[in-house]
């Protein structure tokens, strides 16, 4: 799972070829990906009117079996971690004509075969080597979520944030830039762990919560009440989640493969500034450096320190193909 970002070049035509073409009914496919295009463009332009992509919060429908309709999944095991199923997502972008897609990320994806369209996909469809690398030092270590409040922010699959429903988090959010990809992604990979015997409960009684799991009266979505989803930009996403009363803090808040872009620093920079808690910890996995785009662990690292907010400990590093790093930041003691 190679993460390389792909640019398209435009390619400009004769205006004079276009009358050229003799105009053909269109037929009623054609006609549906026009309403579809036209939605996309609307989508767009609302987003550049406001500069920022507008943040929301996703209620799970009440019927959420429908979320894994025509959908193959896949599972992720790694010693002592329990299995963690979610969707393949070569099959869901290949469903993707079949797919509630506002923003039209999953066609212009592929048709762009491209891992990043700026302010308008940022790469949440696929799991990448980050991911995986935080999950196998939070194997190494052993760590679980026991009644804590957590945040997957840019989560994506949503694989690190499901990992801590399953090992006991009293509360877990997941945020990703993309409604579509909270939608499409997020919220059915997260069903399909919601009924896993290993799921814990947060009281620790593992005979109470198998009873629970196992009772007619809760249903396999019982489990999203833990749960909510947000979609949008960084501020924004801030901006909503503080005009809560009161606003969610979060023991933990795991990051991977965010900081490819150094214009994104100051808005994760406040995220955790004004998320976490004060003795919470935010895990960060990310590459030594994004070719194509100039984000990496030294020139976030540099950020971090002029803010002299957070130190920043090194946790895991990882030297085979690109060389990629987890680290931990938490927040300075002050005198």
């Known amino acids: 799972m190679a993460f390389s970002f792909n640019f398209d070049v435009e390619v400009e035509t004769d205006p004079s070829l276009l009358g050229a073409a003799e105009e053909k009914p ?12 036209n939605e996309a463009g609307k989508h767009q332009e609302s987003r550049m009117e406001t500069g920022v992509k507008k943040a929301k919060e996703h209620i799970p429908p009440q019927d959420c079996e429908h979320l894994l309709e025509n959908t193959v999944t896949e599972t992720f095991s790694l010693g002592t971690l329990p299995p ?54 939070l194997e190494s270590v052993g760590e679980t979520f026991s009644g804590k409040r957590v945040l997957d922010l840019g989560c994506g699959a949503g694989l690190l944030g499901i990992l801590a429903l399953k090992r006991g988090a009293k509360e877990v959010h ?10 499409e992604l997020t919220m059915p990979n997260v069903l399909l762990n919601c009924d896993d015997d290993d799921v814990d409960d947060e009281e620790g009684d593992s005979d109470s919560a198998a009873s629970k799991k196992k009772s007619p009266e809760l249903p396999p979505q019982a489990g999203l009440t833990k749960c909510r989803f947000f979609s949008g930009e960084w501020t924004s996403f801030l901006s909503l989640v503080l005009s809560s009363d009161p606003p969610p803090q979060y023991d933990l808040i795991f ?47 540099s950020f971090v320190e002029q803010k002299d907010v957070f130190n920043i400990k090194s946790l895991k590093e990882v030297e085979e193909g690109l060389k990629r790093h987890v680290v931990a930041l938490s927040f300075k003691k002050r005198d």
């Open 84 to 137: 963690i199923h979610y969707l393949n997502e070569s099959v869901l972008e290949q469903t993707a004509s079949e797919r509630a897609d506002r923003e039209m990320i999953l066609s212009q994806n592929i048709g762009s075969h491209s891992d990043l369209i700026s302010g308008v996909y940022e790469g949440g469809l696929h799991i990448w080597e980050c991911t995986i690398d935080l999950l196998e030092y």
């Open 26 to 37: 269109k037929l009623e496919k054609e006609v549906l990906q026009e309403d579809k295009n």
């Open 255 to 301: 990051t991977s493969e965010t900081i490819y872009n150094t214009a994104y620093y100051p808005s994760l920079h406040e995220v955790f500034l004004q998320l976490l808690v004060p003795a919470g910890l935010v895990y960060l996995a990310t590459k030594a450096h994004y070719f194509g785009v100039g984000g990496g662990l030294h020139l976030f690292e």
């Open 174 to 183: 997941f945020q990703d830039y993309n409604s579509t990809v909270i939608e």
